[in-house]
């Protein structure tokens, strides 16, 4: 208790004062424990003490908001779709701001010409004044028809697939993505592939409860509902990564359900898209890898993970070709050996209600595990 600070705590809601004695720590409220009698509500004195270093924290954070750069951004478009978006809200924030410079100039100049003088007469009324309750009731109207009639359309050219667009299903699982090219056969977990300049038409659903697909760079996002599949279309203009997440909240670890984006040149993808295609080879024999491969069944990996030509699980992300990831566990790590022994040893652990339980792999079976999906490229 010495490091921590009881807080006296108050919210004005709707001209109303709710008081609450707040724990905090680190400046972070804890926890807060409302009073619920009036008296306690009346006794509240008004948060003036703090204002000073609240703003100054309001102005610091705002400061380091002006940072960067940002991996996850809307407005660094890389696609059809977000550029659309970007112009939109572009033009949008354009109309806003001529709003706020009209609405406060004039706010500003009331306050200051109108102001209270000693022993001035009251400034003189104005009763409807037909003139200026058309104008203020038609300028909104207009300005809401210069952000809807953009809108709209944008809605319009963006719900719709290209002819030849590369088709990808997108399944959410808790906590996990998994990724299906239906005309290609590859099934693939959390790190999609997409080639440079070609459309893609993406279908969106989910295994259990709601998650929602977004990489910002690309574009909008949209849910992924059980027994509903959402469109997403649109056409990546750059070669990089493009990191995602999932942005509904699903569970414990939403906040882990990660994804990452690869936008590639044609070469490139063709290339993964022939790896994704082939199946590994057998590891040879005595090899440690042939050791993994044993322990991989022996343990019952093989029931929640397939690996082409040897394992059909499903409840797990397919596992083919999961030496070439670059991360694990839906973006949460990077693919490492060390990383590879915790998650196995004991996902949860790592990732808070993981649905893959510690299946009690020794460590002796450990090392060979590991080297046996570190194989499979
Ligand atoms: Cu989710």
């Given at each position: 208790?010495?490091?921590?600070?009881?807080?006296?705590?108050?919210?004005?809601?709707?001209?109303?004062?709710?008081?609450?004695?707040?724990?905090?720590s680190?400046?972070?409220v804890?926890?807060?424990?409302?009073?619920?009698?009036?008296?306690?509500?009346?006794?509240?004195?008004?948060?003036?003490?703090?204002?000073?270093?609240?703003?100054?924290?309001?102005?610091?954070?705002?400061?380091?908001?002006?940072?960067?750069?940002?991996?996850?951004?809307?407005?660094?478009?890389?696609?059809?779709?977000?550029?659309?978006?970007?112009?939109?809200?572009?033009?949008?924030?354009?109309?806003?701001?001529?709003?706020f410079?009209?609405?406060?100039?004039?706010?500003?100049?009331?306050?200051?010409?109108?102001?209270?003088?000693?022993?001035?007469?009251?400034?003189?009324?104005?009763?409807?004044?037909?003139?200026l309750?058309?104008?203020?009731?038609?300028?909104?109207?207009?300005?809401?028809?210069?952000?809807?009639?953009?809108?709209?359309?944008?809605?319009?050219?963006?719900?719709?697939?290209?002819?030849?667009?590369?088709?990808?299903?997108?399944?959410?699982?808790?906590?996990?993505w998994?990724?299906?090219?239906?005309?290609?056969?590859?099934?693939?977990?959390?790190?999609?592939?997409?080639?440079?300049?070609?459309?893609?038409?993406?279908?969106?659903?989910?295994?259990?409860?709601?998650?929602?697909?977004?990489?910002?760079a690309?574009?909008?996002?949209?849910?992924?509902?059980?027994?509903?599949?959402?469109?997403?279309?649109?056409?990546?203009?750059?070669?990089?990564?493009?990191?995602?997440?999932?942005?509904?909240?699903?569970?414990?670890?939403?906040?882990?359900?990660?994804?990452?984006?690869?936008?590639?040149?044609?070469?490139?993808?063709?290339?993964?898209?022939?790896?994704?295609?082939?199946?590994?080879?057998?590891?040879?024999?005595?090899?440690?890898?042939?050791?993994?491969?044993?322990?991989?069944?022996?343990?019952?990996?093989?029931?929640?993970?397939?690996?082409a030509?040897?394992?059909?699980?499903?409840?797990?992300?397919?596992?083919?070709?999961?030496?070439?990831?670059?991360?694990?566990?839906?973006?949460m790590?990077?693919?490492?050996?060390?990383?590879?022994r915790?998650?196995?040893?004991?996902?949860?652990?790592?990732?808070?209600?993981?649905?893959?339980?510690?299946?009690?792999?020794?460590?002796?079976?450990l090392?060979?595990?590991?080297?046996?999906?570190?194989?499979?490229?």
């Amino acid at each position: 208790m010495s490091a921590r600070k009881l807080y006296r705590y108050v919210v004005n809601v709707q001209s109303d004062w709710l008081a609450a004695d707040c724990l905090a720590s680190g400046g972070m409220v804890v926890s807060c424990a409302f009073p619920t009698s009036r008296e306690t509500l009346d006794s509240v004195p008004p948060p003036r003490r703090h204002l000073a270093s609240r703003i100054a924290l309001l102005g610091l954070g705002m400061l380091v908001a002006c940072g960067g750069p940002y991996p996850q951004s809307t407005l660094a478009p890389r696609s059809d779709f977000g550029v659309a978006i970007d112009r939109l809200f572009t033009g949008i924030f354009w109309w806003a701001l001529v709003v706020f410079v009209v609405v406060e100039g004039l706010l500003l100049y009331s306050v200051l010409r109108f102001r209270h003088r000693e022993g001035g007469p009251a400034p003189k009324q104005h009763h409807g004044h037909t003139a200026l309750e058309i104008a203020w009731t038609l300028a909104p109207a207009l300005i809401l028809v210069f952000i809807a009639v953009p809108t709209v359309r944008t809605i319009f050219s963006t719900d719709k697939a290209a002819p030849d667009a590369l088709r990808v299903e997108v399944v959410g699982h808790q906590w996990w993505w998994e990724y299906r090219y239906p005309d290609l056969g590859i099934v693939t977990a959390n790190e999609l592939h997409l080639p440079v300049g070609r459309p893609v038409a993406v279908d969106i659903t989910s295994a259990d409860v709601i998650h929602s697909w977004w990489t910002p760079a690309l574009g909008g996002k949209r849910d992924a509902s059980p027994n509903h599949h959402s469109f997403l279309g649109f056409r990546p203009d750059s070669i990089g990564m493009y990191t995602g997440q999932c942005v509904e909240f699903c569970g414990a670890s939403h906040a882990n359900m990660r994804l990452r984006t690869f936008v590639e040149s044609d070469s490139a993808f063709e290339a993964w898209v022939a790896m994704q295609r082939s199946t590994p080879a057998p590891p040879e024999t005595g090899s440690a890898e042939e050791a993994g491969r044993q322990a991989f069944q022996r343990y019952g990996c093989i029931g929640c993970h397939t690996i082409a030509g040897f394992s059909s699980g499903t409840i797990g992300p397919n596992l083919t070709h999961i030496g070439g990831r670059t991360t694990i566990a839906s973006g949460m790590m990077m693919n490492s050996e060390e990383h590879l022994r915790r998650w196995i040893e004991n996902p949860p652990a790592m990732k808070p209600g993981a649905m893959m339980p510690s299946m009690h792999v020794s460590a002796t079976d450990l090392t060979p595990l590991i080297a046996y999906l570190q194989s499979l490229k």
